[in-house]
């Protein structure tokens, strides 16, 4: 596609439930970031690809926290027994390999934990 | 652990006055870049400044990168309602595959 996409756009569950954030990144690109973006304030570092390959997982903030990524493409992140303070924006992004000052980001994925 | 501090925080002008936005570190990037992100969407790159005391323009934008690296600014010049968003600054520590993003400032331009 000609840019990166995120499903769903919204998601509203229930604390306790588990959910799966996709991400579709620009074809051709081999780094995708996950970053965690609540009330419309900076970006929290969560996870990054290279590949297919999580090189750097030290942003997951728990380990209810997952991700993994197919055929150099596209990216799932998991959140098991959602909490509360899981409600956010996640956005994914992905760049050319090396060039991590050149990312494109998706609209993101609205998740509301009730 | 590397900060980036934006401020203002939170800012709203007039259109046609000028304005500076500022996102400082104690840490050395070895790039900068700024975003502008409006709402229900991803932030978009504006530019990459690499080069300690460069300068980009871009149209009513000018951006710099602070002599030792650690500190950046964005300067508008003559606002207009489309420069209305969440303006993120994000630096990257040479090789390091991890963007630190500032705390954003938010600009509202009232026409």
């Known amino acids: 596609g000609a840019g990166v996409s995120q499903s769903p756009s919204n998601k509203v569950t229930e604390k306790g439930k588990d959910v799966e954030l996709r991400c579709d990144p620009i074809s051709g690109h081999t780094a995708l970031y996950w970053y965690r973006q609540s009330l419309g304030q900076g970006l929290e570092f969560l996870i990054y690809f290279q590949g297919n390959s999580a090189p750097d997982k030290s942003g997951l903030p728990s380990d209810r926290f997952s991700a993994e990524r197919t055929g150099g493409s596209v990216s799932t992140l998991t959140i098991q027994r959602t909490q509360q303070e899981d409600s956010a924006v996640y956005l994914c992004?992905?760049?050319?390999?090396?060039?991590?000052?050149?990312?494109?980001f998706g609209p993101g994925t609205r998740l509301t934990v009730l | 652990t590397q900060l980036l501090e934006q401020s203002p925080q939170f800012l709203s002008i007039q259109e046609g006055e000028n304005l500076t936005v500022y996102c400082n570190s104690s840490s050395v990037f070895s790039s900068l870049q700024w975003y502008r992100q409006e709402p229900g969407e991803g932030p978009v790159l504006l530019v990459t400044?690499?080069?300690?005391?460069e300068v980009k323009k871009l149209k009513r934008l000018t951006f710099q990168f602070g002599d030792a690296r650690k500190d950046s600014s964005l300067h508008i010049t003559a606002a207009q309602p489309g420069d209305t968003g969440l303006y993120l600054c994000a630096g990257d520590n040479f090789g390091n595959e991890k963007l630190t993003f500032g705390t954003g400032t938010r600009l509202t331009i009232i026409p």
């Open positions: 992004a992905s760049s050319l390999e090396g060039r991590i000052y050149e990312q494109f």
């Open positions: 400044v690499v080069t300690g005391g």
